[in-house]
Nanobody
Framework: QVQLVESGGGLVQPGGSLRLSCAVS????????MGWYRQAPGKERELVAS???????NYADSVKGRFTISRDNTKNTMYLQMNSLKPEDTAVYYC??????????????WGQGTQVTVSS
């Protein structure tokens, strides 16, 4: 079992910055990939950024150059630094952890989500 808790969301003006945090607990050694997803009202959930050891990262085209994913292993915490925020970044952001099952499948763990609103 893996537990994920997001925090750091809020209301910011366009051009502002936020840093989201994801506290990870449980059987963290089973996790192979972690990332951030977001879902806006009326839209499907989309990948924002993901990372795997040692230095592999992926970013959605819409956030490249503005968002940075990172992890502090000493605190078992993953971060998403968001700069130059735009109104279209408004969404609920979810922390994700993926593990591979013995049968060759995958299992995803999700946090409860944190709201990010970018508006004047």
């Amino acid at each position: 079992q893996v537990q994920l808790v997001e925090s750091g969301g809020g209301l910011v003006q366009p051009g502002g910055s936020l840093r989201l945090s994801c506290a990870v607990s449980g059987d963290i050694d089973s996790v192979h990939v972690m990332g951030w997803y977001r879902q806006a009202p009326g839209k499907e959930r989309e990948l924002v950024a993901s990372g795997a050891s040692p230095d592999t990262t992926n970013y959605a085209d819409s956030v490249k150059g503005r968002f940075t994913i990172s992890r502090d292993n000493t605190k078992n915490t993953m971060y998403l630094q968001m700069n130059s925020l735009k109104p279209e970044d408004t969404a609920v952001y979810y922390c994700n952890a993926r593990e591979f099952t013995p049968g060759g499948g995958v299992y995803d763990y999700w946090g409860q989500g944190t709201q990010v609103t970018v508006s004047s």
